[in-house]
């Protein structure tokens, strides 16, 4: 199977944009949609990015995912940002089992 | 709004089992896949194991092939996961999961808010 790597650890100012990075390790990045999970301290996880670049209902439209096959990877990006999106971040894709990426964290400050 | 509320967490002794369950509502359960993700104290996430929308098909982590079984009753709206032989490294929070639809398993959209589960003597 496949490995996700994303970095360890982003931060930036608020009012800021940041982006997320995620590196399929070995076949395309394409060939299986890529969803993005927030995690705040404490909490359960929640998708703020599915099927590459959709967003649920409820989450704003400051968070848009993208995917590039050139450099086989996908990104996240959070653009204003809020004190409250401070949180981890995980990728995630799938190929007859899931795959996550070790997670970002990210600080706003 | 759909609803997953996972159950049977607990402390138990290695080579022990247990049984998760998760209770689902606010969305045709049949029509969907489902899943388990745990994350270990201080850690990431891991995929865990997943079954579709039939209860036919099942996929499972390396780490628990052998050990763990996922089944579903679409008419309980209910998704299990037996866990056999655990170990200290399964010791946990599981997550019960859906995904976007009856076959894409592993393609989750919601979470439910987990159970503890501890292996320890």
């Known amino acids: 199977n496949f490995m996700l790597t994303q970095p360890h650890s982003v931060s930036e100012s608020p009012g800021k944009t940041v982006t997320i990075s995620c590196t399929r390790s070995s076949g395309r990045i394409a060939s299986n949609y890529v969803q993005w999970y927030q995690q705040r301290p404490g909490s359960a996880p929640t998708t703020v990015i599915y099927r590459d670049d959709q967003r649920p209902s409820g989450v704003p439209d400051r968070f848009s995912g993208s995917i590039d096959s050139s450099s086989n990877s996908a990104s996240l990006t959070i653009s204003g940002l809020k004190t409250e999106d401070e949180a981890d971040y995980y990728c995630?894709?799938?190929?007859?089992?899931?795959?996550f990426g070790g997670g970002t964290k990210l600080t706003v400050l | 709004e759909a609803q997953l509320l996972e159950f049977g967490g607990g402390l138990v002794q290695p080579g022990g089992s247990l049984r998760l369950s998760c209770a689902a509502s606010?969305?045709?359960?049949?029509?969907?896949?489902m899943g388990w993700v745990r994350q270990a104290p201080g850690q990431g996430l891991e995929w865990v194991s997943g079954i579709d929308g039939s209860g036919v098909t099942t996929f499972y982590a390396d780490s628990v092939k052998g050990r763990f079984t996922i089944s579903r009753d679409n008419s309980k709206n209910t998704v299990y996961l037996q866990m056999d032989s655990l170990r200290a490294e399964d010791t946990a929070v599981y997550y019960c999961v859906k995904d976007y639809d009856s076959w894409n398993v592993g393609l989750i959209i919601y979470w439910g808010q987990g159970t503890l589960v501890t292996v320890s003597s």
């Open positions: 606010g969305f045709t359960f049949r029509n969907y896949a």
């Open positions: 995630q894709s799938y190929d007859s089992s899931g795959v």
